[in-house]
């Protein structure tokens, strides 16, 4: 018995990157996590856009500082719709209402050459304005012009002049325009082939008044 050969224990040995198993399992992990990454990124169809950062209304002057990035996935739409990387016109100005958080359509954002509204001071009945905000969606009522036979003392009517005008600006407390005068300055957004007519019956005596349209039609018509 003492002449058998005595069999010897063999050692673990330490794995090293020498080891063609612990090289392919390295390797089929990385082709794991590559697939994985381009598999969502094939779904994954988002596109950085343009959204309004706060309330931009027509006429108003824009740049990138007044929009915010969002990713959506918008499909058939998305070329409507003006991207991150899309340039923006010289000068460019809004040619519609947009809230906070809307996307920006393309033709929404045009080269001032082609715009056609205009920004309107004008005095407004302090009582019209409490309910206002910028971006309001207004019906602008001014005071029918008298007849020469008419007397001072008949009360004043309203007539409406420019409908689905927007409110630009408002004035932080009730004050004439300039200091004088009644009525509070107010700035408004109107197509241009009204400004004259609008101007003309800006009256310290005799403000106009700005009357809030339905959220149903300020939405169809933004």
Same mark, same amino acid.
């Given at each position: 018995?003492?002449?058998?050969?005595?069999?010897?224990?063999?050692?673990?040995?330490?794995?090293?990157?020498?080891?063609?198993?612990?090289?392919?399992?390295?390797?089929?992990?990385?082709?794991?996590?590559?697939?994985?990454? $381009?598999?969502?990124?094939?779904?994954?169809?988002?596109?950085?856009?343009?959204?309004?950062?706060?309330?931009?209304?027509?006429?108003?002057?824009?740049?990138?500082?007044?929009?915010?990035?969002?990713?959506?996935?918008?499909?058939?739409?998305?070329?409507?719709?003006?991207?991150?990387?899309?340039?923006?016109?010289?000068?460019?100005?809004?040619?519609?209402? $947009?809230?906070?958080?809307? $996307?920006?359509?393309?033709?929404?954002?045009?080269?001032?050459?082609?715009?056609?509204?205009?920004?309107?001071?004008?005095?407004?009945?302090?009582?019209? $304005?409490?309910?206002?905000?910028?971006?309001?969606?207004?019906?602008?009522?001014?005071?029918?012009?008298?007849?020469? =036979?008419?007397?001072?003392?008949?009360?004043?009517?309203?007539?409406?002049?420019?409908?689905?005008?927007?409110?630009?600006?408002?004035?932080?407390?009730?004050?004439?325009?300039?200091?004088?005068?009644?009525?509070?300055?107010?700035?408004?957004?109107?197509?241009? =082939?009204?400004?004259?007519?609008?101007?003309?019956?800006?009256?310290? =005596?005799?403000?106009?008044?700005?009357?809030?349209?339905?959220?149903?039609?300020?939405?169809?018509?933004?």
């Amino acid at each position: 018995m003492s002449d058998l050969p005595t069999r010897t224990a063999r050692r673990l040995v330490k794995p090293s990157w020498k080891d063609a198993r612990l090289v392919v399992g390295v390797l089929l992990v990385l082709l794991a996590v590559v697939i994985g990454s $381009l598999a969502f990124s094939a779904v994954d169809e988002r596109v950085g856009m343009w959204a309004a950062k706060h309330t931009l209304t027509p006429g108003h002057a824009v740049s990138e500082e007044d929009f915010v990035r969002v990713d959506v996935q918008l499909g058939e739409s998305a070329p409507d719709y003006l991207r991150v990387d899309d340039r923006l016109p010289n000068g460019a100005i809004m040619d519609r209402l $947009l809230e906070p958080g809307e $996307l920006v359509p393309k033709a929404a954002v045009i080269d001032p050459t082609d715009k056609r509204v205009r920004e309107v001071p004008v005095r407004v009945d302090a009582i019209y $304005l409490s309910n206002l905000a910028v971006g309001s969606r207004v019906t602008v009522y001014v005071p029918e012009r008298a007849g020469e =036979d008419e007397s001072s003392d008949e009360p004043i009517t309203y007539t409406p002049l420019v409908e689905r005008a927007t409110v630009s600006s408002l004035p932080e407390a009730s004050r004439g325009v300039m200091g004088s005068g009644s009525g509070s300055s107010a700035v408004i957004v109107v197509p241009e =082939d009204q400004v004259a007519d609008l101007l003309s019956y800006d009256q310290k =005596d005799t403000p106009v008044k700005l009357v809030l349209e339905s959220s149903s039609e300020r939405k169809d018509d933004a």
